[in-house]
């Protein structure tokens, strides 16, 4: 027998003086006592900390119902007390504590109050969120989930853990629990009838109280690994139990980076094995789960993973893969938080049923999403299926005679797919165009976007294709001439990015201040999602792998870089990210213009005589700088040929579009009489179109005589 060194410590009473999200008296709520009122406090502290440092006293409410027999799952809430989330009901607010606590109180009984008369009917849970009046500020779980009080049947004997302390999740699960072989476990559990108590710990006893309603302990954790604690009471006629299950590392092993390895999957040669290596400083542990041999979606020891002598690096090798075989796995960070690899080339995407809503003619033998996790997850595959290209050596048209067609493949296909749209070369290449645009398609959130809320970098998003039907297509454009750019959103990420959510700042929903990526908030005007740093050293080997990746691995000509003008540090904005200076935004930043020039560096170093076009709308002085750096710029001539095509005398000079107008002596400006951030001239000529006598721009024939007009200024 493993020998188990305790502390411990036998009690009939029970404090609870640490700071818990959810707590509540009696300690076992019943649904028919009428005499006994039910209080839940509540500590913003903890969970997603929505309402920290709440200022107002008075403008905390309870949302609350319950969840009973006759519920079909979580979110099956059974009796809403009050019903609309952003109305002021006077029943529902809630009493301050001070210190970020609330405090709600239920009398009368839980049958009454919530008014459940069918007797067939019982309360499980009592399901509850705290909010502010208007519904804008939500105090939940850590991962945003709805809180739950158990509520007992008092005719059985129950018992619970009070220490450690648990979240009110469905499920209840321990808090976030950091332990190493050798500390102690502070270990309480409550019962709600005298009974015979005892506490487990790996299946030993380690304890027991007679004629006890409390019992408590502080054994030594001297085995590493997965570690379960049960807590038992028996009255003499019923035995329940509590369980508490937790990982013990046997300490944290320091190395350095295996030689020629870097961020992300490091395949070997033999395909048999693989070093995943994660950038996450000052993060305490990391561990590898997924689908590899003896893993499970659980923390194994096996797959704790090293940490470089500076801390800022984790890396694991795994051996005995099978080639060609898809595995999935996570991260799962400090214990509790699971993130899919940010430099992962596929994800699978449980949120809002994307992956299931992507018919299998788009993508075949999608591998489904794995039963056993939650979140996003990556995949890696040894000796993966290679697309074979025919042309290896793609000569690209020259910059300053580019005739670009920007598309989104949602939108311009039925299908939305890469073969699809391969059929539609020929249409394209007989409109003289020789450049292609094509708007993110880089994973992003949801299936029905334009892409600019970007979240996984290195994977293409599985709506469109598979990773060969999109290699094949750029192949088959190289093949007719017709070179493809890559829009692509590096200004900001989304809230589903690893990234984000791996030094995230809960109590103020927003990145961290010690996040490497990422501003807490924006600096400049027009952002979306989460403002990448540009200055940091991580993001800008981020950005270098990123382009990187398309430029070789998918032979992609270059890149459209979204909202370049805010690739910037120069704060324009106030502290919090609001009241923006547009035109100090605009200005010259000599700074922004070193960023440019690195990036643009960088696409000439992997992908020599790559395109970087840029969505700037700067000073001219700072546009002319970078045009002469090699770079191309967008030039909006979208009102002007708006306003010729329909027909009006004013606003209509096309001679912006020329750069030497502008003071260029380098023809690097992209002039668009349309792009996606405008409506389509034709919609405007048949809406808006001048007339003169019996010649009408609205008139179909007319409308698009007016168009070729356009097409031969452009």
């Known amino acids: 027998m493993k020998k188990i060194v305790i502390l411990l410590i036998v009690s009939f009473g029970v404090s609870f003086s640490r700071a818990q999200l959810l707590s509540w008296t009696p300690p076992f709520p019943v649904e028919n006592d009428a005499a006994t009122n039910v209080v839940v406090t509540v500590d913003a ?99 945003g989930s709805d809180m739950y009080v158990p509520v007992y049947d008092n005719t059985v004997v129950a018992v619970r853990f009070t220490d450690p302390l648990f ?34 710990l790996n299946g030993t006893v380690i304890q027991t109280a007679s004629n006890a309603t409390s019992i408590s302990g502080s054994p030594t954790l001297t085995t590493g690994g997965n570690t379960v604690i049960v807590a038992e009471a028996n009255d003499g006629t019923t035995t329940k139990t509590d369980t508490l299950r937790f990982f013990v590392t046997g300490g944290i092993t320091i190395a350095p980076l295996p030689a020629g390895v870097r961020d992300g999957i ?9 070093t995943l290596v994660l950038f996450a400083p000052s993060k305490n542990r990391v561990t590898v789960i997924g689908e590899f041999n003896g893993s499970n979606w659980v923390e194994q020891t096996q797959y704790q993973m090293n940490k470089t002598p500076d801390g800022n690096y984790w890396w694991l090798r795994i051996t005995g893969l099978t080639p060609g075989t898809e595995y999935a796995y996570q991260y799962l960070v400090d214990g509790n938080l699971k993130i899919a690899d940010p430099y992962a080339e596929k994800i699978l995407d449980p949120y809002n049923n994307n992956d299931q809503n992507i018919p299998s003619s788009t993508y075949p033998n999608l591998k489904p999403y794995p039963g056993s996790t939650t979140g996003i997850v990556s995949v890696l595959q040894t000796a993966a299926p ?45 409109l003289g165009v020789n450049a292609i645009e094509i708007m993110p398609f880089n994973e992003f959130e949801g299936n029905n976007s334009w892409g600019y809320n970007p979240d996984f970098y290195f994977a293409p998003d599985k709506y469109y294709g598979p990773k060969l039907t999109l290699q094949r297509f750029i192949d088959s454009c190289h093949k007719k001439g017709i070179a493809v750019v890559m829009d692509i959103a590096l200004n900001h990420s989304f809230g589903l990015s690893p990234m984000v959510q791996l030094y995230w700042d809960a109590a103020n929903s927003r990145p961290a201040p010690d996040n490497p990526w ?72 000599a700074n922004r213009i070193a ?91 048949l809406q808006f179109g001048n007339s003169s006598g019996t010649y009408n721009v609205k008139d179909v024939n007319t409308a698009l005589k007016r168009m070729e007009m356009c097409g031969a200024f452009l």
């Open 595 to 685: 960023i440019w020039k690195r990036y643009y560096d960088t696409l000439q170093l992997k992908s020599p005589g790559s395109y970087a076009i840029l969505e700037h709308f700067a000073d001219n002085t700072e546009e002319t700088e970078l045009s002469n750096y090699g770079m191309l710029l967008w030039g909006n001539l979208n009102d002007s040929y708006a306003q010729a095509s329909m027909g009006y005398t004013d606003r209509w000079d096309f001679s912006y579009g020329i750069y030497t107008v502008r003071g260029w002596t380098q023809p690097n400006l992209v002039t668009y009489m349309e792009s996606h951030d405008e409506e389509r001239l034709m919609y405007k000529d």
């Open 266 to 274: 490091n395949y070997e040669a033999d395909n048999t094995a693989v």
């Open 167 to 200: 979240q009110p999740l469905y499920v209840p699960q321990p808090e976030p629990l950091t332990k190493t072989v050798g500390d102690n476990i502070n270990l309480a559990a409550v019962a709600n009838k005298t009974s015979t108590m005892k506490l487990y």
């Open 386 to 430: 290679q697309y074979s290209w025919q042309v290896a050596n793609f000569s690209r048209p020259d910059k300053r005679k580019l005739v670009i067609y920007e598309l989104l493949v949602r939108d311009f296909l039925l299908a939305h797919d890469w073969n699809t749209l391969k059929d539609t070369l020929n249409y394209l290449q007989a």
């Open 45 to 143: 502290t903890k969970g997603n900390q929505g309402l920290l440092n709440y200022a107002s006293t008075n403008d905390v409410y309870v949302h609350i119902g319950v969840i009973t027999n006759k519920s079909t799952a979580p979110n099956d809430w059974k009796y809403v007390k009050f019903p609309n989330f952003n109305t002021v009901y006077a029943q529902a607010q809630c009493s301050s504590l001070g210190n970020s606590k609330w405090q709600y109180t239920i009398t009368g009984g839980l049958r009454a109050y919530f008014g459940i008369t069918d007797a067939t009917e019982h309360i499980q849970k009592i399901a509850i969120l705290f909010r502010n009046g208007d519904g804008s500020k939500k105090l939940a779980n850590a991962d």
């Open 518 to 589: 990422f501003n807490p908030v924006p600096k400049h005007a027009f952002n979306v999602g989460y403002d990448m740093n540009h200055e940091s050293l991580a993001t800008r080997y981020f950005v270098s792998r990123v382009v990187e990746h398309w430029l070789t691995n998918y032979k992609i000509d270059g890149f459209r870089f979204d909202l370049s003008k805010g690739f910037t540090q120069t704060q324009t904005c106030d502290n919090n990210g609001n009241n923006c200076n547009v035109a100090t935004w605009s200005a010259y930043d």
